[in-house]
T-cell receptor, first 111, second 114 residues
Framework: KAGVTQTPRYLIKTRGQQVTLSCSPI?????VSWYQQTPGQGLQFLFE???????NKGNFPGRFSGRQFSNSRSEMNVSTLELGDSALYLC??????????FGPGTRLTVL | DQQVKQNSPSLSVQEGRISILNCDYT??????FLWYKKYPAEGPTFLIS?????DKNEDGRFTVFLNKSAKHLSLHIVPSQPGDSAVYFC?????????????FGKGTLLTVNP
């Protein structure tokens, strides 16, 4: 069974731009979560989607948003990019509310 | 407020010996705990988990111990191999549904020397 896939793997943007990241979960998984990893803050929870509904949200500003489609694929969007948004963005999927399986991540660099 | 803490940023062990990685948590509502291994430029890989109704779970060379009264868990790797060298993250979650999210520690870099 294929794992979690994320596209693109690397992205360079400039301040003020917006970006959309994509995640395809493991087949059959309906829950998709997003995390941000930075050297200073570690892995931080952004939000979780289940059956196209956002069920849980972390402590990030409204510039960070997401959505989930009927096939469970998910996208996250960051508007008005700031230098501090440079990070590895990780998507994870789960079958039931237990173990999450992570994708390889998207490395976003904001210049 | 850091609810999951891994107080050792790094650990170095010899090949064949035991590696013990520690994790403490403060939120007594956490009821499910996981360990992930991460290589640079890759996503975390799930290793092993434990529910709060258990105090030990074993999978091959990996064993996780949970001490609820101390709010402490540990991951034992026996025997350690050079391929185990990576950053290890402890994570915790509570309940499910709208509460489901993972709270991670900051990680411990394990180096296994040949």
């Amino acid at each position: 069974k294929a794992g979690v896939t994320q596209t693109p793997r690397y992205l360079i943007k400039t301040r003020g731009q917006q970006v959309t990241l994509s995640c395809s979960p493991i087949s059959g998984h309906r829950s998709v979560s997003w995390y941000q990893q930075t050297p200073g803050q570690g892995l931080q929870f952004l939000f979780e989607y289940f059956s196209e509904t956002q069920r849980n949200k972390g402590n990030f500003p409204g510039r960070f948003s997401g959505r989930q489609f009927s096939n469970s694929r998910s996208e996250m969007n960051v508007s008005t990019l700031e230098l501090g948004d440079s990070a590895l963005y990780l998507c994870a999927s789960s079958l039931w509310e237990t173990t999450q399986y992570f994708g390889p991540g998207t490395r976003l660099t904001v210049l | 407020d850091q609810q999951v803490k891994q107080n050792s940023p790094s650990l170095s062990v010899q090949e064949g010996r035991i590696s013990i990685l520690n994790c403490d948590y403060t939120n007594s509502m956490f009821d499910y705990f996981l360990w992930y291994k991460k290589y640079p430029a890759e996503g975390p890989t799930f290793l092993i988990s434990i529910s709060s109704i258990k105090d030990k779970n074993e999978d091959g060379r990996f064993t996780v111990f949970l001490n609820k009264s101390a709010k402490h868990l540990s991951l034992h790797i026996v025997p350690s191999q050079p391929g185990d060298s990576a950053v290890y993250f402890c994570a915790a979650s509570r309940g499910g549904g709208s509460n489901y999210k993972l709270t991670f520690g900051k990680g411990t870099l394990l180096t296994v020397n040949p």
